[in-house]
């Protein structure tokens, strides 16, 4: 084919050239394009909000599972062993602006929504320092004693939000004993109408957020 040309195969191995800048350039192009869909496609943003939330729904109930066991290690007496009805508490990022999961102030029924406040009344929140925030031994975000349990805390801290500002807080309530936790989802697939919706499919009060506990209705 080469002899009818009039070119040996050698003649033309040795004329060949590299990619010419178009080349190069529709190939880059082709890359950039192929790189924006994957992107588009995988939404790394919503795959870190989903991450999140993940870890969210394990905080809670892994201290699900200590409050259980410390209510059935220790002799729990008193009106509210597990803390003071009817405040929730909340770990804070330190910043005395801040929201957190509230109770109404003039009845028991949540009221559903993020308020801000800083008052220490019936139907309030109580902020927990940031210094302080993930002890175990009461003066935590969570006001129980869990050193107080026969084998020592479960955990050596307690976990908080891995975003802890705004409304992206854990909150934390009790009765008696019983007890409820909650948090804000952020990605669409764990929140309302997501494919693995927590917070409107966890049979608590609220169908904005995810709540975990041993009495969802308070």
Same mark, same amino acid.
């Given at each position: 084919?080469?002899?009818?040309?009039?070119?040996?195969?050698?003649?033309?191995?040795?004329?060949?050239?590299?990619?010419?800048?178009?080349?190069?350039?529709?190939?880059?192009?082709?890359?950039?394009?192929?790189?924006?869909?994957?992107?588009?496609?995988?939404?790394?943003?919503?795959?870190?909000?989903?991450?999140?939330?993940?870890?969210?729904?394990?905080?809670?109930?892994?201290?699900?599972?200590?409050?259980?066991?410390?209510?059935?290690?220790?002799?729990?007496?008193?009106?509210?062993?597990?803390?003071?009805?009817?405040?929730?508490?909340?770990?804070? %990022?330190?910043? $005395?602006?801040?929201? =957190? #999961?509230?109770? *109404?102030? !003039?009845?028991?029924?949540? @009221?559903?929504?993020?308020? &801000?406040?800083?008052?220490?009344?019936?139907?309030?929140?109580?902020?927990?320092?940031?210094?302080?925030?993930?002890?175990?031994?009461?003066?935590?975000?969570?006001?129980?004693?869990?050193?107080?349990?026969?084998?020592?805390?479960?955990?050596?801290?307690?976990?908080?939000?891995?975003? %802890?500002?705004? $409304?992206?807080?854990? =909150? #934390?309530?009790? *009765?008696? !004993?019983?007890?409820?936790? @909650?948090?804000?989802?952020? &990605?669409?697939?764990?929140?309302?109408?997501?494919?693995?919706?927590?917070?409107?499919?966890?049979?608590?009060?609220?169908?904005?957020?995810?709540?975990?506990?041993?009495?969802?209705?308070?």
């Amino acid at each position: 084919m080469f002899r009818n040309h009039g070119m040996t195969l050698s003649r033309f191995l040795s004329g060949a050239k590299g990619f010419t800048l178009i080349e190069l350039l529709v190939v880059i192009a082709i890359v950039a394009v192929l790189a924006v869909v994957v992107i588009l496609t995988l939404n790394p943003a919503e795959l870190l909000r989903q991450a999140r939330d993940s870890n969210r729904i394990s905080d809670l109930g892994t201290m699900k599972s200590v409050l259980s066991i410390y209510l059935a290690d220790v002799n729990v007496t008193g009106t509210s062993p597990l803390g003071t009805w009817p405040k929730v508490y909340t770990n804070s %990022n330190g910043n $005395s602006a801040y929201t =957190a #999961y509230m109770y *109404s102030a !003039t009845n028991t029924l949540n @009221t559903g929504a993020y308020l &801000s406040s800083t008052a220490n009344a019936a139907g309030a929140t109580t902020q927990v320092a940031s210094t302080s925030q993930r002890n175990v031994d009461g003066s935590g975000w969570i006001p129980v004693n869990f050193n107080a349990i026969s084998s020592g805390s479960p955990t050596g801290n307690l976990p908080i939000d891995p975003l %802890n500002t705004g $409304s992206n807080t854990y =909150a #934390y309530a009790a *009765s008696s !004993t019983v007890f409820k936790f @909650t948090a804000q989802m952020e &990605s669409a697939k764990y929140s309302v109408g997501g494919g693995s919706d927590v917070e409107s499919n966890d049979g608590g009060i609220s169908t904005s957020t995810f709540e975990t506990g041993t009495k969802l209705a308070l």
